[in-house]
């Protein structure tokens, strides 16, 4: 089993920057790749960026390529998400997920392909 745990969502005002972590424990040498996803009020989870665990390769949702970085620290087990230019339409309920089978890179944007998932941190972007 994996455990996750995000933190750092809070109210920002637009333009302005956040850093979200999530803090992964239990059989962390079993993850191939780690991810975040968002859901606004009313709409369905939309995945935001991933990262390969080992390899470290990144993927990025248009929405947020060039705004959002995603990264991890396998020596603290910890996965971030820096998030630059914030606009309103970021508002969400962001969560992390992870992995414990190889993913494609054509998948890696599907939520169905994650096994494990935090509890969500509330990101709030007021205009």
């Known amino acids: 089993q994996v455990q996750l745990v995000e933190s750092g969502g809070e109210l920002v005002q637009a333009g302005g920057s956040l850093r979200l972590s999530c803090a992964v424990s239990?059989?962390?040498?079993?993850?191939?790749?780690m991810g975040w996803f968002r859901q606004a009020p009313g709409k369905e989870r939309e995945f935001v960026a991933s990262i390969g665990w080992g390899v470290g390769n990144r993927y990025y949702a248009d929405s947020v390529k060039g705004r959002f970085t995603i990264a991890r620290d396998i020596a603290k087990n910890t996965m971030y998400l820096q998030m630059n230019s914030l606009k309103p339409e970021d508002t969400a309920v962001y969560f992390c997920?992870?992995?414990?089978?190889?993913?494609?890179?054509?998948?890696?944007?599907?939520?169905?392909?994650?096994?494990?998932w935090g509890q969500g941190t509330q990101v709030t972007v007021s205009s």
């Open positions: 239990g059989r962390t040498f079993s993850i191939t790749y």
């Open positions: 997920a992870a992995a414990r089978s190889p993913i494609t890179m054509e998948a890696v944007r599907e939520s169905r392909k994650y096994d494990y």
